[in-house]
Structure formats: structure tokens, C-alpha cells
């Protein structure tokens, strides 16, 4: 039987690993992403490359170009996804948005920038892919946090805060699907790379960032639990001390 993948963020950094490493275990994936070979960005990457990797892992791919802040677009997606592939076994809402200044030396323009694309943006695809997957009677939701939920003073409010509140959607939410989608939460609390780290890091030791890989091994350990196994909040250093993520891996 299939098993299917929706990565959200997925043209570069952890979106576009784990899309890879997901077929790699035999799900079929779903890549979304604005960034595409049509619409590029300054970063490399785009959402056609990822589908690309997918395919070369012997699985099908969708590459959907798409602004996780546009409801309709989630909703023709949902729409394609569930008549193209007839299911959902697991959805990633890792698009993800942090503006570098302070919250006050900044515009209130990035600030529904963030709260849109780092809080609406996962809920849009709740409500639109996960009452699907209700429907269906199973599934897995997993979220993306960061260590700056549980620091006020990591510099960003905007992103301190929308993780925050995605922390508690991902238990509420838990709570409300229980016994039919489990919804947890991975809080990022050690520097994984990315791309985008060439810029508003210039200067940084590389070295000292992590491969994205280990995301791989926490989210696939999720989407193996039971359904029962909802409404967490796991970080990657609990995760690896327990073994389910491996050893420090450096880029």
C-alpha cells in the first residue's frame, strides 16, 4: 500500500532533505514550496529540483508551487492531492519565516508576515489536508518548532511567538483529533543548516551546524508511532538521547 508525504518549505534546507529521505522510506511526496524554477529566489533550491530528488528515489512526486499564506491555493492543493493520490499518511508544516530585527525597530508589515506564514500557514494545511485525513481515520501531523519557543530572548519576537502558539496548536489540535490523527510537534533546539544561513549568518563556522538529516530521523520516527502518540512536544536533543536521532552530524 502507498504511503504518502506532504513536505511544506521544501525547495532547500530541512524541507528539501526530508522530502528526499521520505522516499527513500517509501513514501510518495507531495513537495510544496513558492520558490520554483518559474518564480526563483536569491537562495538556491526550488520545489521542481526536490520533486526531482524524490523521483530519483524511485517515488512519485508533486511539485506545487504555492504561498503557504494563501488559503485557497491550500485548499485546490488538498482537493488535487486527495483525487490524485486518494490519501495523506503524513503532513510537515516546515515553511517557515524569522525577520531579523527586533520586533519594534521593524515593520508591522513583517510582523503578519510571520504570524502568517509560521502560524496560519500550518493551520491552513491542518484544516484543509488534516480534516481529510480525519476522514480517513489516520494520519500524522508534525510541526515545526524552534528552541527560540522557549527563550524570550532569542532576538525575534515574531518568531518566538508563532512558534509558541504552534506548540499549543499542535496540543490542541492533538487533543481534538485523538484516537484518529496524531499531531506532534519537533522543536529544533540545535542549528541545523540551511541555505539561508549564507546570508543572515555571513561569517559563521559552518562546521558548527548539523545536517539536516537528523530532522529525517526524528520525523520518521513520528510517523511510525501509533496514533495514540499525539499532542507532544519532542526536541532533536531528547530525541538523540534516546537514540532515535543519530550522533552529532555535522555538515
Known amino acids: 500500500m502507498r504511503k504518502v508525504a506532504v513536505v511544506t518549505g521544501a525547495s532547500r534546507g530541512i524541507g528539501r532533505q526530508l522530502a528526499a529521505d521520505l522516499a527513500k522510506h517509501g513514501f510518495d511526496v507531495a513537495c510544496i514550496a513558492r520558490t520554483s524554477r518559474d518564480q526563483p529566489a536569491k537562495l538556491p533550491g526550488s520545489v521542481e529540483a526536490t520533486a526531482d530528488l524524490v523521483r530519483q528515489a524511485g517515488r512519485e512526486a508533486l511539485a506545487v508551487s504555492l ?27 516546515n515553511a517557515a519565516v524569522a525577520p531579523p530585527l527586533r520586533a519594534l525597530d521593524d515593520t508591522t508589515r513583517r510582523w503578519r508576515l510571520a504570524v502568517d506564514v509560521n502560524l496560519n500557514g500550518p493551520f491552513y494545511f491542518m484544516y484543509h489536508v488534516g480534516r481529510r485525513m480525519r476522514e480517513q481515520g489516520f494520519g500524522h501531523v508534525v510541526n515545526m518548532s524552534s528552541l527560540a519557543a522557549a527563550y524570550p530572548t532569542f532576538g525575534r519576537a515574531s518568531y518566538t511567538a508563532t ?15 485523538a484516537g484518529r490523527v496524531a499531531v506532534n510537534c519537533l522543536r529544533i ?7 539561508g544561513y549564507d546570508t543572515t549568518l555571513a561569517g559563521a563556522d559552518k562546521p558548527e551546524f548539523e545536517d539536516p538529516v537528523i530532522i529525517s530521523d526524528a520525523v520518521l520516527w513520528l510517523a511510525a508511532q ?26
Open 67 to 93: 504561498d503557504v499564506r494563501d488559503e485557497d491555493a491550500i485548499a485546490a492543493f488538498a482537493q488535487q492531492l486527495f483525487d490524485s493520490w486518494g490519501r495523506c499518511d503524513l503532513l510537515v508544516n
Open 163 to 177: 512558534k509558541l502558539a504552534l506548540e499549543g496548536l499542535t496540543q490542541a489540535l492533538g487533543s481534538d483529533l
Open 189 to 195: 533546539d540545535v542549528p541545523v543548516w540551511s541555505e
Open 226 to 251: 501509533p496514533i495514540s502518540h499525539t499532542a507532544k512536544i519532542h526536541s532533536v536533543t531528547e530525541l538523540r538521547s534516546q537514540g532515535i536521532v543519530r550522533p552529532r552530524t555535522r555538515m
